[in-house]
């Protein structure tokens, strides 16, 4: 019995030896796996350790660039911020200038407009001085009705024919006459029309007829009559009527209208020409003063620009409206570029029996 026991005993004392042996060895061999997990943790591989060195340089730049960013987006502020006011500086001085320039115009043109009516006065005063003692000749001599003296005493128009019973002067009063070049009548066009009737060519056409007035003999009839687009008497009233050249009454009041008489609208040598035969009986001598062919057979038209032949043919179809024997004479006014003008109204001359003179800048 008591061997039996001895024996369980042996056997039970080595099976914890070898329960204990393999729990030491399990212990031992969990420690040294966890101690190659440990240095393996503790000691990163070089890849890592170059990746995070590379996105901390990215970072890095970045951040470099966002700055760089930021200061550009700053500047750019500040030139926008002083391109604006630079702009609103150069807008203010161009609004200034503008006002100083339509000042300076507006300064200029009243400047210019004052001279020409200084000038026109006393143009105007020395007229009526020379009226004024060609009246008093003509008290002494008795021979005319009134008389014209013109600068140095140019009373001549060699060839003219002035007399007649009944003498028609045709007058035109269209916008050509304001000037002799194209660029001046389209500027004098819109000027007021105190200034138009300064114009020096209209006052010299005035001059013309005040000189032609006072050749009038004292006992024939006379009318005078403006065109433009249309026709119409110088005295209102007075259409197809003779007026008596007389005391001179009627011819004085027809001058001062006809200086008042502002050029304008077209020209409309058709119209001119019918007035030959409204007058009963009629005229003798026809005297008409003009510088250009036609540019209109109607009172109105809606074209705006007429060719050189379309004026010759206005020309013609108006001189087929002047009834034979009545002799017309032209005085023709310089006007630019109406180069077939002179030639038109010389044949027109020479065909009625008339005269045809060509008017120098100084006459009369």
């Not at 503008?98 to 000038?119: F, N, P, S, Y």
């Amino acid at each position: 019995m008591a061997r039996r026991r001895r024996d369980n005993q042996i056997i039970s004392m080595s099976f914890l030896d070898i329960m204990s042996c393999g729990f030491g060895a399990v212990i031992l061999f969990f420690m040294i796996i966890n101690s190659q997990v440990v240095r393996k943790t503790d000691a990163p591989p070089q890849e890592l350790i170059g990746e995070t060195t590379r996105l901390e340089f990215e970072v890095l730049e970045a951040r470099k660039n966002l700055v760089l960013a930021k200061n550009t987006i700053e500047d750019l502020d500040d030139e926008r911020a002083n391109a604006q006011s630079r702009i609103a500086q150069i807008t203010a001085l161009i609004e200034k200038l503008k006002i100083e320039l339509a000042k300076h115009d507006t300064d200029t043109l009243a400047k210019v407009e004052r001279i020409e009516k200084l000038q026109s006065d006393i143009e105007r005063l020395e007229e009526e001085r020379k009226r004024l003692l060609a009246a008093e000749k003509e008290r002494e001599s008795g021979k005319n009705v009134r008389r014209f003296t013109g600068e140095g005493d140019r009373q001549y128009l060699t060839g003219l024919k002035v007399g007649g019973e009944r003498i028609l002067l045709l007058v035109d009063n269209s916008a050509s006459m304001l000037d002799e070049r194209i660029i001046n009548i389209i500027r004098r066009r819109n000027m007021s029309d105190a200034a138009k009737l300064r114009s020096r060519k209209w006052r010299q056409a005035v001059a013309s007829v005040d000189w032609l007035a006072a050749q009038l003999p004292p006992d024939s009839k006379f009318q005078i009559y403006t065109f433009n687009n249309e026709s119409k008497p110088v005295l209102k009233g007075t259409e197809g009527v003779w007026l008596d050249v007389g005391d001179g009454k009627q011819l004085d009041e027809a001058i001062r209208t006809l200086r008042r008489s502002v050029p304008q609208e077209g020209t409309n040598m058709l119209d001119a020409f019918r007035v030959i035969t409204s007058l009963n009986p009629r005229p003798d001598n026809v005297i008409v003063l003009v510088d250009s062919l036609p540019t209109m057979n109607a009172p109105t038209t809606e074209r705006g620009m007429v060719t050189g032949q379309e004026r010759l043919r206005f020309h013609y179809e108006a001189e087929s409206e002047i009834p034979s024997g009545i002799p017309v004479n032209v005085l023709l006014y310089p006007m630019e570029g109406d180069y077939n003008a002179a030639i038109a109204y010389w044949l027109l001359a020479y065909r009625t029996g008339g005269s045809f003179m060509s008017i120098s800048k100084d006459w009369p």
